[in-house]
Each structure stands twice: as C-alpha cells, then as structure tokens.
C-alpha cells in the first residue's frame, strides 16, 4: 500500500528556519491533494497548507508569507518551508494525502503521515 514518511523537524529557535519533507512510497500514479497539518500541544489538528496536483497552494492565514509549500509529482513528495518561526509554531506536523490513484487496481487511497515534531524555543 501506501506509506507516508516525513523528515525534517526539530529544535529550531524564534526566527528561524526548518524544512518539512514527506515521501509516499508504494505504486502511485498521482496524487490528488498533499498538505500539511499541524497538531500543538492539547489542541486539535488543524489545516497548515495544501497543494493541489497543478499546483494551487492554500495557507492558513497564520503562516501566510512565512511558510511555502511545494511538491515534486514525480517523487510523489510534499514540502514545507518554514520561516520566520515563532513559539506558536510549535506543533507535530503531520503530511496528508488525498486521493492518491494506486497503480495496483485503480483505486484511491488518503491518509496521514507519522508526524514530526518541530520546536521553536522563544
């Protein structure tokens, strides 16, 4: 099947830079929709940024001329440049999938990455 692995988080302090990376290994032959979402401690996880196939980008107002999400259809990959970071960024971010078209029968798969925790100490 599908599996979603992300890198790149850390400790990293208040203005700052970190740079997100999620990979979706399995027998793809697109991807829909790839985003990021971002849980911070004893909160929900909310929407950061998505990116379409052709490339429409979303943002939460939040992150807004600090973060950039790209992707690389062709390594089925979704990235996140962060900066300007602030405490409030603090959070597990987690990479999403939707619609992921699988080579094996045609059918489509959606899910979440394992997480990675970035930091930003003040």
């Known amino acids: 099947q599908v599996q979603l692995v992300e890198s790149g988080g850390g400790l990293v302090q208040a203005g700052g830079s970190l740079r997100l990376s999620c990979v979706a290994s399995?027998?793809?032959?697109?991807?829909?929709?790839m985003a990021w979402y971002r849980q911070p401690p004893g909160n929900q996880r909310d929407l950061v940024a998505q990116?379409?196939?052709?490339?429409?980008?979303y943002y939460v107002d939040s992150v807004k001329g600090r973060f950039t999400i790209s992707r690389d259809n062709a390594k089925n990959s979704v990235y996140l440049q962060m900066n300007s970071l602030t405490p409030d960024d603090t959070a597990v971010y987690y990479c999403?999938?939707?619609?992921?078209?699988?080579?094996?029968?045609?059918?489509?798969?959606?899910?979440w990455g394992q997480g990675t925790q970035v930091t930003v100490s003040s």
């Open positions: 999403d999938v939707t619609d992921a078209l699988l080579e094996s029968d045609g059918t489509k798969w959606s899910g």
């Open positions: 399995g027998r793809i032959l697109r991807i829909a929709f």
């Open positions: 990116i379409s196939e052709d490339g429409r980008t």
